[in-house]
């Protein structure tokens, strides 16, 4: 009995013997050394994951700032505008709840309520609920739902196209301090609420095919004054430095000594549905989670391999008809019709003359000689198959070949016929 | 570590507390409780790496046939090992079954039987062992994989003997024992017997019937028995089989590689020479000898054969061939027969060979043989469509190359056999017989 010793990629060589109880070596490690050869890693992974949370505490700029938002440093939010109001002794108040921002009224002869809703979350009925809250109402990129219900002569805000507007237009103390203004955010098409003769102040009007004003001024339907802000660039950080707009914004929102700043947030989302939660039993989260623990115990089961997978070198397999599939290739491709019969034309004749018995130093004459002797066709017609005739197009080619295999069948039958040697074989 | 289905289960049963509780606490107690059961268990299962493994079976096995090898389990720990063995066997060795359940008590030992069915020559080689145990609440188990060497060489199949026996009766023919043998060439004189009816009158030998019959004796004596002579094929002439293990020998032709039908021709050759009294001597050769019997006589030698044959593969080198004189001077001082074992393909790969033939030819009796491919032949015969018209050319072109090539070692001195990889032995053996009939060798 024997055993061979297994050192990997060496030779082997063949120990005989008894049965050799060999040192044998576990090659799985123990799980105190595949924690410790693993440590790094998790110790690097977590040092990632530790990463990653704090960045993403200590750096909101990543993720989408609150447009408008009092307290966002972003330049799509408005800090900057509150903390100048704040600064010359404006009372800001910041909401984001409507409840609380008609609470926030608490004098309502002398305060501002600008109210802004980026993710139109307010319904048309909320927006009322602001008429003739404050004597100077702000809106700021007012949603459609809130121009129908306020201004409804004013047509709902479309998407500005951008630019300066250098010519106010109108009346309106801040806009005729302001003088020029961006107008990113929305426009206005105040044309029909100006035309019906109302006290309509139509600001920054904007060209013919620019779709509307950037600022329209208007009474409210309850009393007090309307300001619909459609260049909302006008209050955030980003923009306010530019041209006339920190004007216009403190002109418009820093006109009363106590601003209520309102953004509506989810908050105000009226719930006349129950919570989504309320809708399914309270076991469907858990048998979810169970399910998903259940697949994953099913993964480390299945997944588990027996042992690692043994690898063997096996031989490199090469075929032996790769050069000749290799030239069939080149001959088609290159159309070499004439040396592809040719060399069927040698196969031919060479059997031809073994099977008649001509020897291999046989001539072309001899072996046509001899074949138009037990075939009885003629020479001629012989010479121009096995030699003179040359293919115009493939059909030809295969139709020549296939003359050529029937020319070998008739001289071997006619050979097997004619005398009692047995058939000659080919070899 | 490992679960098993069961542990799957049992957490999938925590679908009936929870859906009861209707709460997220309960997903989490059952959880829990699930991962205490499955630690508890594990840890209850025997150490897979306390056991102390031994193999023990036959250390050679002939191609195609099987054989059964043990792998001894002792459990050496103090827990009843039960659960899952697998005997890491490389593919080829073909072993079965892959995994057996195992249930050994706690210090004893059990042995664990598989059948290996290999199906490529060469040196099989059994990688580790993997157990996995299993605790009592077959919940989970612990699992290592342990390295015990272990191995079993694959010999060639020799599935060319089939065709010794033949072989055998048209040599004792050729021997003498048969009284067809006349004399001729290449006989030597074996030995002198009574004349029996039939034999070939003028194999009698006059002088030794006088001889035998002594003086005249007296008249009406019986007549003197007449003696002749037998002859018998020359023995003790020498063999020498080179086998190219070069680049081109790793061409596979009908499912066997080139070097595999070398070794089944040389097998035969060999085993028919020795029968017959000669002396064979085998060198396995490309830029080195990969392996090489000299002086090896009777059953001996073929197990000597297949077993250096066993674990040799074709390189991916070019033979040198210009090494191979020198490499037969070393075999052999006297006149021999040389057979070289290698594919003669195109006259590009076959120039090294055709420069050094006439050193050998001067001296010895050299046989080529050759393996041709069958492909060949159906290929050049099948003429049904474009593209294997193209191909019937290229392949009656690659068979005038062969033949080109063949003619150019006649040329040289040099004889040649050419055969498919099924009938090359015997047509080699049968080579070998007419050179030993003609007193050729």
Not at chain 1, 78 to 98: M, N, P, Q, W, Y
Not at chain 1, 280 to 291: D, E, K
Not at chain 1, 322 to 338: H, K
Not at chain 2, 243 to 264: K, L
Request: charged content about 25%; hydrophobic content about 45%.
């Amino acid at each position: 009995m024997t055993a061979t010793s297994t050192d990997e990629g060496s030779a082997r060589g063949v120990v005989t013997g008894a049965p050799v109880h060999s040192a044998q070596h576990v090659v799985t490690p123990t799980a105190r050394r595949a924690l410790r050869r693993a440590l790094f890693w998790i110790v690097l992974a977590a040092l990632l994951v530790a990463f990653a949370a704090v960045y993403g505490l200590t750096s909101r700029s990543t993720a989408e700032a609150d447009r408008f938002a009092a307290d966002e440093a972003a330049p799509a939010g408005s800090r900057a505008l509150i903390e100048v109001l704040r600064d010359s002794g404006v009372d800001v108040v910041t909401v984001d709840t409507l409840g609380a921002a008609l609470a926030a009224v608490d004098d309502p002869a002398a305060t501002t309520l600008v109210a802004a809703d980026p993710r139109a979350v307010l319904s048309a009925e909320q927006w009322g609920d602001l008429d003739g809250a404050a004597p100077s109402l702000v809106l700021v990129e007012p949603p459609a739902l809130a121009v129908g219900t306020l201004a409804p002569a004013v047509g709902p805000g479309i998407p500005s196209l951008g630019g300066v507007r250098d010519e106010p237009g109108c009346s309106l103390p801040a806009a005729q301090r302001a003088g020029s203004i961006t107008t990113d955010g929305v426009v206005l098409d105040a044309t029909g609420a100006a035309s019906t003769g109302a006290d309509v102040e139509v600001c920054f009007p904007g060209g013919e095919g620019e779709g509307g004003a950037a600022l329209v001024s208007l009474d409210q339907p309850a009393g007090g004054a309307l300001h619909l802000i459609g260049a909302g660039g006008v209050v955030q950080n980003g923009l306010i430095g530019r041209e006339g707009n920190a004007a216009l914004a403190l002109g418009l929102v820093g006109e009363h000594p106590r601003l209520v700043w309102y953004v509506a947030s989810t908050a105000d989302i009226v719930d006349g549905a129950t919570e989504l939660s309320e809708l399914y039993p309270g076991w469907v989260n858990p048998i979810a989670w169970l399910a998903l623990t259940v697949g994953l115990a099913a993964a480390v089961w299945r997944g588990r391999r027996l042992g690692p997978v043994v690898i063997e070198n096996l031989p490199v397999v090469v075929r032996t008809t790769e050069t000749m599939e290799g030239r069939a290739r080149l001959y088609a491709r290159e159309g070499s019709r004439l040396r592809a019969l040719d060399a069927l034309r040698v196969g031919t004749l060479r059997r031809l003359a073994e099977g008649l018995a001509l020897g291999s130093a046989a001539g072309l004459d001899n072996i046509i000689t001899a074949v138009a002797g037990i075939t009885g066709r003629d020479r001629a017609g012989l010479r121009a198959l096995l030699v003179d005739r040359e293919p115009q197009d493939d059909g030809e080619l295969i139709a020549l070949s296939d003359e050529l295999l029937e020319l070998e069948r008739l001289v071997q039958r006619r050979v097997a016929l004619s005398d009692d040697r047995p058939e000659p074989t080919t070899r | 570590m490992a679960v098993t289905g069961w542990f799957v289960a049992l957490v999938a049963l925590g679908a009936v507390p929870v859906v009861l509780l209707a709460n997220g606490w309960a997903y989490v107690g059952w959880v829990g409780l699930c991962l205490v059961l499955m630690a508890v268990d594990a840890a209850l299962a025997a150490s897979p790496r306390a056991t102390s493994l031994a193999r023990s079976g036959p250390d050679r096995v002939r191609l195609t046939e099987q054989a059964e090898v043990t792998l001894l389990v002792t459990n050496g720990s103090r827990r009843r090992l039960r659960g899952v063995i697998r005997d890491a066997w490389e593919p080829s060795a073909g072993a079965t079954p892959r995994r057996q359940r195992i249930d050994v008590p706690a210090g004893e030992r059990r042995a664990v039987r598989s059948v290996l069915r290999p199906w490529r020559r060469g040196e099989r080689r059994a990688a580790m062992v993997t157990i996995r145990a299993i605790g009592p609440m077959r919940l989970a188990g612990r699992q290592a994989s342990i390295r015990v060497p272990g191995g079993i060489r694959v010999l060639p199949e020799f599935s060319a003997r089939r065709h010794l026996p033949s072989r055998l009766a048209r040599l004792r023919e050729l021997d003498g024992r048969t009284s067809l043998m006349v004399r001729g060439q290449g006989t030597e004189f074996d030995s002198l017997r009574e004349y029996v009816r039939g034999d070939d009158v003028r194999s009698i030998d006059w002088r030794a019937t006088a001889r035998r019959a002594g003086g005249p004796g007296p008249a009406g004596s019986p007549a003197p028995t007449l003696m002749v002579r037998t002859w018998r094929p020359e023995r003790d002439r020498h063999v020498v089989v080179i086998v190219d293990s070069g680049r081109t020998a790793a061409a596979r032709i009908a499912d066997e590689t080139r070097i595999d039908t070398a070794f089944e021709s040389t097998l035969l050759l060999s085993a028919l020479a020795d029968r017959a009294g000669d002396r064979v001597d085998v060198a396995v050769f490309d830029r080195r000898v990969r392996g090489r019997v000299q002086g090896a006589r009777g059953a001996d030698l073929l197990a000597k054969l297949v077993d250096t044959m066993a674990p040799i593969d074709p390189e991916l080198l070019e033979t040198d061939w210009t090494a191979v004189p020198s490499l037969v001077r070393s075999m052999t001082s006297q006149r021999a027969l040389v057979v070289i074992a290698t594919p003669l393909d195109s006259p590009g790969s076959t120039r090294g060979l055709l420069a050094m033939l006439p050193q050998l030819t001067h001296k010895h009796l050299v046989l080529v043989a050759a393996v041709t491919d069958p492909a060949l032949l159906s290929a050049a015969a099948d003429r049904s469509d474009r593209a294997s018209v193209y191909r019937a050319a290229a392949a009656e072109r690659a068979m005038l190359d062969a033949q080109r090539v063949a003619a150019a070692v006649k040329r040289l001195g040099a004889d040649v056999v050419t055969a498919a990889p099924l009938d090359l032995p015997p047509a080699v053996a049968d080579r070998y017989l007419a050179y030993k009939a003609a007193g050729r060798l």
